[in-house]
């Protein structure tokens, strides 16, 4: 049973960094892409980044390009994603996803099957 657990949130002042940090278990993940997508209160969920877990090929929303960087780490079975120069309007859940590696809008959360607890971000202006 494949099991995610999110860790690493917090209250920032905009400008500051954090990382966040997405345990994985359950199976092997080669075959897998990784995703973090965010939530703010009375909108939707939103794609932010992902990797793919086999070949580590990375993509980013706009919002966030140049400023989130998003990593793996095979051998603790573990997804990063570090935040710098943060702003208020990063406030938000943030949740970490799995797929297959497959054909799918990988920027739709409705494609990810399974989904991390997630953890607050709070950037405070």
């Known amino acids: 049973q494949v099991r995610l657990v999110e860790s690493g949130g917090g209250l920032v002042q905009a400008g500051g960094s954090l990382r966040l940090s997405c345990a994985a278990s359950?199976?092997?993940?080669?075959?897998?892409?990784m995703g973090w997508f965010r939530q703010a209160p009375g909108k939707e969920r939103e794609y932010v980044a992902s990797?793919?877990?086999?070949?580590?090929?990375?993509n980013y929303a706009d919002s966030v390009k140049g400023r989130f960087t998003i990593l793996r780490d095979n051998a603790k079975n573990t997804v990063n994603l570090q935040m710098n120069t943060l702003k208020p309007e990063d406030t938000a859940i943030y949740y970490c996803?799995?797929?297959?590696?497959?054909?799918?809008?990988?920027?739709?959360?409705?494609?990810?099957?399974?989904w991390g607890q997630g953890t607050q971000v709070t950037v405070s202006s």
């Open positions: 359950g199976r092997t993940f080669s075959d897998f892409l």
């Open positions: 996803a799995a797929k297959y590696a497959d054909l799918s809008d990988y920027t739709q959360h409705r494609q990810y099957p399974y």
């Open positions: 990797i793919s877990w086999n070949y580590g090929s990375t």
